[in-house]
Nanobody, 125 residues
Framework: QVQLVESGGGSVQAGGSLTLSCTVS?????????MAWFRQAPGNEREAVAS????????YYTDSVKGRFTISQDNDKNTAWLQMNSLKPEDTAMYYC?????????????????WGQGTQVTVSS
């Protein structure tokens, strides 16, 4: 059974940094894996933040985080990190890790079969 476990959320002041990690386990070898981070603030829809596929190829970011967030993945492709710098209060949300093995649209939540439990990020002004 595929499982995703996230860690690294917390509370910081604006301008600070946090690193989220996500480890996926319980799957046999797949030639393709995409891991992504989504976020959802109260009253808002779930939003795609960043994704990465196949050990560093094909990284994507939503416009609001470009230049501030960096997604990376280990060579074994089972752990992904989201380095978040210059955090803003509008980055406050529950952050979810997701994984898919089929090559769907990176920002489409419906393309992801597996999700973590979420980790809260709170940025105060």
């Amino acid at each position: 059974q595929v499982q995703l476990v996230e860690s690294g959320g917390g509370s910081v002041q604006a301008g600070g940094s946090l690193t989220l990690s996500c480890t996926v386990s319980g799957y046999s070898y797949r030639p393709y894996i995409r891991m992504a981070w989504f976020r959802q603030a109260p009253g808002n829809e779930r939003e795609a933040v960043a994704s990465i596929s196949n050990g560093g190829g094909g990284t994507y970011y939503t416009d609001s985080v470009k230049g501030r967030f960096t997604i990376s993945q280990d060579n074994d492709k089972n752990t992904a990190w989201l380095q978040m710098n210059s955090l803003k209060p509008e980055d406050t949300a529950m952050y979810y890790c997701a994984a898919e093995f089929s090559g769907g649209r990176w920002a489409d939540a419906a393309a992801y079969n597996y999700w973590g439990q979420g980790t809260q990020v709170t940025v105060s002004s």
